[in-house]
């Protein structure tokens, strides 16, 4: 670097490949003319091309939260155990023993529905890093998934794309997948959701920020060479896709030269360096995720309130002649921006060279308060003729305007009712059943309730050696050694991830509620307090005032439910403009969570376990129909599944179970614990008898249940199949019965024998006190095939 | 005694390599680099372990078999030293010649993580005398080994098929065969005393009662007490 501090306000020189600003230019940049203005007002000139580039990027909705930030301050973000909430690549939660959780959840939609494999590998890519750049070594991933019809066109071919792409990514680098939840609605035929969250584990003194502290400390960029791939990702997340998806042979949409390609080797690599790197001098560390180069090193001065100067003619290039505007706005994955104290480049390129990565000292932290651009016009390092070097100022930017002024907008609302998902009707009677087995076998072999194991096999679940539970249960669960003055800590955490979007459409502040609570509540039935959420709020777009409405009180629907059970939301990321000719999806607010185990014995897992357990349900049995509008089984029979009020939820009674739970499970009071949710009771007593993952049949367990419930049919169809929250089937051994009924009791939870554990099928007697008993007789072997066959029309066998 | 795990470029199951060997079994674990040119001194038991070496890039194994480490793992087999590779460690003994066979895509073309039983079928350094049935985890694409019917034929009456994929029962069949191997072969000896041992299956991810099961702590077990 020639000079530290730059001369303030320099204005552009012209590069090749300049265009003229026009209306069209700003329009394809997603600059709206308001937006311009201010753009003026903020340099006190015309922007270049380039810098034109900067701002549609930095002020796109993907970097800039600008249609949501005002709603995202309403969200609880502090806890005793919060070490680092929103703002940062991930947040980070205390773990005890001096060790934390580093966790985030982010969407990467629209890359996956042009490209499925690569979308959804660079999203997995992606969330690795922001993880390790943290200072954790990632223990575990979890995907949340989104599809559209089963029937539609493509549904097959972006399944099997993205669960390859999932897998492609994370089974190379070696980090487990050890849940997710994968969900088919015609909303999502024209927009897939592929949320991808990694959790790590650091040493709480040692974590990493994306800072560019401490003035005249260097800039280096290592990992992966840059090339063209990628350029406008970020903005291209804003775009709606154009009628594709709905047609017989839907067209694709054109737009591969935005598309990311993932090196998941080269992410490894990276992966090993940078944890050697932390044991090093640096200061501060960012992935180049979105919008590459720019926002790492915008975000990185704007955190750290300092300026920086970056000269583009040494940042390693695979594509020849590339142009300023291109190397600042490329999305090459695997690379990453990091600072250091002066004297101690050398060290960080030698272990880039150890590990055989690129890595270039390309610039200097200034006191500025400006993000300034340098490089040589026309010189490419991979030309065959060098050129004399005379780098000039490619852009000058205060580095406010990118950052804390981009633009807030609190976009207007509007009635839900007038939507797309207004609701229609009230769900008056289910629909008739006359054979109840045959129905309950149907629901449960049915592409959302079945097993998802044809999608978990793709995925190394036990990579590291440290998983106690595998997919298929409440929460993955994995042992994570922690090393510290010699010793090893075992440390025990629960991951899992979930949103009912149906749910959410009916009532956005209710199903966003009820995603935190099932959330909390899958991870405490696993044994685990939960620590810590992370959300993807996917939506559409956001310039329709009823979008508006649900993103807003679908944050408010979080925030009560996150204050109630005393969980904060530390990380997360927002997916607007899920529309696909004009047509949104589903509002999905998906939401991760990680619980921390006491000791190991507290693990509690989904199946039962000996014959001879007594079944207990804990929660209250709904009546009428409440619990049916929006289910599985009335979406399966054909119902209009939007139709009547979201399942009430109420969150004094969740937290008095999910405490209940706490308590049972860490005193090891329990056999089995399973949440009820998707396909109710009966999918929930299904589960626990052959849910077990990997078991070949053998471990199957069955059980008698009597349910009380009068003969009318929607009594019946609702104490089955009926959705309505704050419920789990456990199994206890007979002589902690008396225990379990008692501790409900003084917990105001209500509890009820349903039955006993044992035998190789599941009955179920439906009757009243004293009325003759409606048995239904379903064959464990019948229900595990019938749910293994589940993704059979869709995927093939 | 003494175990040293080689680490190519991308591989991934190194953590519980290293965790088997030491913590649960006992051994004196070192860690080997591909660019390293010698095997630390007296070690009995050299272990190659599973993930993505050069991201499997080109071919499974087919680049780490050129590391600088690769002489002196060959020096190893030949003087009769132990040497094991698992999932991605097997594909490179193969790429390096010191077992027969090839490993290619699964059958069905996809990634297959979970459990499957496989049969002693041969006793040796790495297995026991009577015939045991095992629970091991896989974790792979490319695990459907392949060979020439002479050669498997010859591999039988050496008794160097060490391993066989086969049901809960026992029983070697099609529908328990997760990848289309050749004779459902899951584990090849080879070496001039049956010292080398690769397998799909890992026995590393599953030696601790907690994870996964005991199955596979036998394996290491075995040939600790061999060395």
């Known amino acids: ?797 | 005694m003494r175990a040293a795990v080689v680490l190519f470029p991308g591989l991934n199951a190194d953590a519980e390599m290293v965790r088997t060997l030491g913590h649960v079994c006992g051994a004196d674990v070192s860690i080997v680099r591909h660019t390293d040119t010698a095997l630390p001194a007296g070690v009995d038991l050299v272990t190659i372990p599973g993930g993505f070496s050069y991201g499997d890039y080109l071919r499974c194994g087919a680049l780490a078999k050129v590391s600088p480490i690769v002489p002196a793992l060959r020096a190893h087999a030949e003087r009769g030293g132990h040497l094991l590779g698992v999932c991605n460690g097997f594909q490179i003994l193969t790429e390096m010649g010191l077992l027969p066979g090839a490993l290619t895509r699964n059958l069905h073309r996809r990634f297959e993580c979970g459990d499957v039983f496989v049969r002693v079928e041969a006793d040796g350094p790495f297995t026991p005398k009577s015939s045991a049935r095992w629970r091991l985890p896989i974790a792979h694409a490319e695990g459907r080994y392949q060979t020439t019917p002479e050669t498997l034929r010859q591999l039988e009456g050496e008794g160097r098929i060490a391993l066989r994929y086969c049901d809960a029962a026992g029983e070697v069949t099609d529908a328990a065969n997760p990848n289309g191997s050749v004779g459902n072969v899951a584990g090849v000896y080879g070496g001039p005393r049956k010292n080398v041992f690769g397998l799909m299956p890992h026995p590393e991810r599953c030696s601790e009662e907690t994870i996964g099961g005991v199955d596979g702590r036998v394996l290491f077990d075995l040939v600790l007490a061999a060395a």
């Open chain 1, 1 to 797: 670097m020639a000079s530290a501090v730059p001369a303030p306000h320099s204005t552009p020189a012209p590069f090749r490949g300049d265009q003229a600003i026009t209306p069209d230019v700003l329009r394809s940049h997603k600059i709206s003319p308001a937006e311009y203005v201010s753009i003026e007002k903020h340099l006190g000139r015309t922007p270049s091309y380039t810098e034109l580039g900067v701002f549609s990027v930095m002020w796109s909705e993907h970097c800039s939260y600008k249609s949501s930030r005002v709603h995202l301050r309403r969200l609880p973000t502090k806890g005793p155990r919060v070490i680092q909430g929103p703002g940062e690549n991930a947040g980070v939660v205390d773990i005890g023993d001096g060790f934390a959780a580093v966790f985030k959840m982010e969407s990467h939609n629209h890359p996956s529905f042009i490209e499925p494999y690569q979308g959804a590998a660079t999203g997995v890519g992606g969330i690795l890093r922001d993880v390790f750049t943290m200072g954790a070594r990632p223990i575990a991933s979890l995907n949340s998934l989104r599809f559209g019809s089963p029937d539609h066109p493509r549904t097959s071919e972006l399944l099997h794309g993205v669960v390859a792409g999932v897998g492609g990514y994370g089974n190379c680098i070696g980090v487990p997948t050890v849940g997710g939840e994968l969900t088919f609605d015609k909303s999502y035929d024209g927009n897939v959701l592929v949320n991808a969250f990694t959790c790590g584990v650091a040493r709480a003194d040692k974590i990493f920020y994306g800072k560019a502290t401490g003035i005249g400390n260097s800039i280096l960029y290592i990992g992966a060479k840059t090339g063209r791939d990628g350029i406008h990702g970020a903005t291209m997340a804003s775009d709606e896709f154009a009628g594709a998806g709905t047609a017989a042979a839907p067209k694709r949409p054109v737009s591969r030269s935005t598309m990311q390609v993932g090196d998941p080797f080269l992410g490894k690599l990276l992966l090993e360096a940078c944890l050697e790197l932390f044991s090093h001098d640096i200061e501060g560390i960012q992935d180049m995720g979105a919008a590459g180069l720019t926002s790492s090193s915008v975000e990185m001065a704007g955190r750290a309130k300092n300026g920086i100067e970056l000269d583009l003619d040494k940042i390693p290039r695979r594509a020849k002649a590339m142009l300023p505007y291109e190397i600042l706005l490329s999305e090459s994955q695997e690379r990453m921006l990091l600072v250091a104290k002066p004297g101690c480049e050398q060290q960080v390129l030698d272990i880039c060279t150890k590990w055989e990565l690129d890595a270039a000292v390309i610039g200097v932290v200034t006191d500025s308060g400006r993000w300034v651009i340098k490089a040589t016009p026309g010189y490419d390092p991979l030309a065959d003729e060098p050129i004399a070097m005379n780098a000039v100022v490619v852009c000058d930017l205060p580095t406010d305007a990118l950052t804390d002024d981009a633009p807030v907008y609190d976009r207007p609302q509007g009635d839900v009712s007038e939507g797309a998902f207004a609701q229609t009707a009230q769900v008056e009677h289910a629909p008739e059943v006359s054979d109840w087995a045959a129905e309950i076998t149907r629901l449960v072999g049915s592409p959302n309730i079945g097993s998802r194991a044809w999608v978990w096999r793709q995925y190394d679940q036990i990579v590291r050696g440290g998983t106690r539970v595998r997919p298929g249960g409440d929460a993955g669960v994995v042992r994570v050694p922690c090393e510290k003055d010699g010793q090893t800590i075992m440390k025990h955490l629960a991951f899992t991830a979930d949103c009912h979007a149906r749910h959410v459409a009916l009532d956005p502040f209710v199903g966003a509620a009820m995603a935190v609570a099932e959330v909390c509540r899958n991870l405490v039935v696993s044994g685990a307090e939960p620590i810590g959420l992370t959300d993807c709020l996917n939506f559409g777009s956001p310039e329709r005032p009823e979008v508006m409405t649900q993103i807003s009180r679908a944050i408010d629907g979080i925030a009560a439910a996150c204050t109630e059970l005393s969980v904060p939301i530390v990380s997360g990321n927002v997916s607007l403009y899920n529309e696909t000719g004009g047509r949104g999806i589903l509002p999905t607010p998906t939401l991760a969570g990680v619980g921390l185990l006491p000791h190991e014995d507290a693990l509690t897992t989904a199946w039962f376990k000996e014959t001879g357990d007594v079944v207990v349900l804990l929660g209250v049995m709904p009546t009428g129909v409440h619990g049916l509008s929006g289910s599985e089984w009335l979406a399966l029979r054909g119902h209009d599944a939007l139709a009547g009020d979201a399942p009430s939820i109420d969150l004094a009674a969740e937290k008095a179970l999910q405490t209940l739970l706490l308590g049972a499970t860490r005193d090891r009071l329990l056999a089995s614990a399973h949440d009820v949710s998707d396909g109710g009771l009966v999918t929930a007593l299904v589960e626990a008898c052959v849910a077990r993952p990997d078991a070949t049949g053998g471990g199957d367990l069955g059980a008698r249940i009597d349910i009380e419930v009068t003969a009318a049919n929607d009594a019946r169809a609702a104490a089955l199949f009926g959705e309505a929250p704050s419920r789990v089937v456990a199994s206890v051994r007979p002589a902690q019965l008396a225990e379990l009924l008692s501790r409900a009791s003084a917990a105001g939870v209500p509890a009820k024998e349903l039955g006993v554990v044992g035998g190789t099928s599941l009955s179920v007697g439906l009757a009243t006190h004293g009325s003759p008993v409606h048995g239904i007789h379903l064959e464990l072997s019948d229900l595990r095939r019938s749910r293994e066959a589940c993704l059979t029309p869709i995927v093939g066998s």
